[in-house]
């Protein structure tokens, strides 16, 4: 039977306010993941995160004209198209779960999709090292 | 160290962890419960209506008042004044006016859907710097999250409201980062409405009174109605234009948080010193995309975390402080990154971990997506507990969603609402 890996403590990296309510997370290394990770590995997963909500939180030409074509239709036109906001979103999820699969979950670690904590925190789940018990 | 150990062998150790966090779990037992959606497992005073996508407030009888208001209104309007417009004058102002009412009614109706909250955000202040302002970050004790800048907490919703702006009691419904921009439409364009309405009705009286001079009693009551809501409701919109304007919430400029007469040096960090930029910047997209996903997510208690976190923590209880029973597991390094952030006191929260995640594991397995980490206290109260963890593993052979292992703390249960997660 194969044993299943258990969770042994969990980081939260928080969110970085210092330049207004924009989504970004602080690129601070956690010293719980310092045997687990390379800090420059880490601190790449959370800029590149940081650089894709900038993406999706971004006023240019296509969210203007959504906005208008939303305030148009009375924003029914969203059950038919999807925002550039959901997209950028779906682009995140899929690039979260590619780290996972490359970076993290070789050593031991699964990230969290912001989203699913309410865009306030990236959770990572440190899994128990069972190489170490051998 | 097992940095040196190879790639090839660190995968097989974590073959198990799946990374598929969305999908649903994978579990060689068929039999599935019906999941339940986090809105259904933390609802607060608030009432669910379409599977989760409508949320309102405990009080939906002003809802439907604030509906029939309009339509009897308009539809007096119609009924008596439309006609005779439409033959002295032109038949575009029935047309137009159908048309506003439309849009109108639309606006309403997803205020009301959208819902204002956020979620249950853990205690006591901390603050942080935004934009070179300092703001001091609460601590909710009903939700158990510290509430984000410009979060409040509504009583009447019992629960936090992302970018809380207030609770109408037309609407019935608090006015949040979600539900925003459609409360502006609602309140702008009801206004045309509304004025749209007071002038043709003026329009009808002064011709009518050419031709008889004799009004009924019936065509007066849209022009009493419009007469009142004409300056509230204009006068509403003009606020709110303003407010966006300044990229305040109503409850920062009630409060007067960002005005210069509370200190020298106060101003809005939110703003961006320009009307335009400020207008466009409002709300952003996740007020419309957020229906789909469950904005809260609790959960995270957050404030263990001393060395993560560069915000000063002003007063914390739980500073330095593992739970006493945490510190005889045996952890890799210093696991100060597990969450403890519950209100509580130490002693009964690691009591109530262990006892917890006894009770929650056999039915949180199949509510994995569900749960939120409040309590991330049970990792380690699992594996202090033994076998409801072993229980709970051989259930989920092949596959392994840490979300699941999460349980729920009692306290914090009332505490999110969300809407229906995808």
């Keep these: 039977m194969r044993q299943q890996a258990a969770i042994t403590a969990k980081v939260f990296i928080q969110r970085d306010y210092s330049s207004g309510t924009m989504c970004q997370f602080q690129t601070k290394f956690p010293s719980e993941l310092e045997n687990r990770i390379d800090k420059q590995q880490f601190e790449e997963t959370v800029r590149a995160l940081n650089n894709m909500y900038a993406e999706a939180e971004k006023l240019g030409s296509q969210s203007y004209i959504e906005g208008c074509l939303a305030c148009l239709t009375a924003y029914t036109v969203f059950l038919c198209m999807e925002t550039h906001y959901e997209k950028v979103l779906k682009k995140i999820a899929k690039y979260i779960q590619e780290q996972n699969d490359k970076i993290y979950a070789p050593r031991g670690l699964l990230l969290t999709d912001p989203i699913e904590r309410g865009l306030r925190v990236v959770e990572i789940t440190i899994f128990e090292d069972r190489s170490l018990t051998r | ?422």
């Design chain 2, 1 to 422: 160290m097992h940095l040196g150990v190879s790639e090839s062998m660190r995968e097989c150790e974590y073959s198990q962890i799946s990374t598929r966090s969305s999908t649903p779990m994978e579990t060689p037992y068929k039999k599935r419960t019906p999941k339940k959606r986090k809105w259904e497992i933390f609802p607060g005073r608030n009432k669910f209506y379409c599977d989760g996508r409508v949320m309102m407030a405990k009080q939906t009888g002003v809802f439907y008042l604030t509906l029939i208001l309009i339509l009897v209104t308009c539809g007096l309007f119609f009924t008596f004044d439309c006609p005779f417009l439409a033959q002295q004058l032109t038949p575009v102002i029935p047309v137009s006016f159908l048309f506003d009412l439309y849009v109108s009614l639309l606006y309403f109706l997803q205020d009301v859907a959208n819902g204002g909250t956020g979620y249950r955000p853990p205690p006591r202040t901390k603050e942080v710097v935004i934009n070179g302002q300092t703001v001091k970050l609460k601590y909710c004790f009903t939700c158990k999250i510290f509430r984000p800048p410009r979060a409040s907490h509504c009583s009447l919703c019992d629960n936090c409201v992302e970018r809380f702006d207030h609770h109408c009691p037309w609407v019935g419904n608090c006015v949040g980062r979600r539900n925003y921009r459609f409360f502006y439409m609602f309140i702008l364009s009801l206004s045309f409405l509304t004025i749209f309405i007071f002038a043709f009705v003026i329009t009808h009286i002064i011709l009518r009174s050419h031709q008889n001079g004799f009004l009924s009693a019936l065509k007066d009551s849209p022009l009493v109605v419009c007469f009142f809501s004409v300056w509230s409701i204009v006068g509403l919109s003009g606020f709110h234009t303003y407010l966006i304007s300044s990229n305040q919430t109503t409850n920062e400029d009630i409060k007067g948080s960002w005005s210069s007469k509370r200190g020298k040096d106060n101003y809005n960090p939110y703003s961006y010193g320009n009307i335009f930029t400020n207008c466009c910047a409002c709300d952003q997209d996740q007020c419309i995309q957020s229906t789909k996903f469950v904005l809260q997510a609790a959960a995270t208690p957050l404030l263990q975390h001393q060395s993560s976190e560069p915000v000063i923590l002003t007063t914390s209880p739980e500073n330095g402080g593992t739970l006493p029973g945490r510190a005889s597991l045996a952890l890799t390094g210093p696991c100060t990154s597990l969450p403890l952030g519950q209100p509580t006191p130490p002693t009964s929260t690691s009591s109530l971990s262990c006892h917890e995640a006894a009770d929650k594991l056999p039915e949180s397995v199949f509510q994995h997506h569900f749960l939120t980490p409040e309590e991330v206290p049970s990792p380690p109260g699992m594996l202090h507990c033994g076998s409801p963890m072993g229980h709970s593993h051989t259930t989920q052979a092949g596959f392994y969603d840490p979300a699941s292992q999460d349980s729920l703390h009692e306290d914090s249960v009332r505490g999110l609402v969300k809407l229906s997660s995808v």
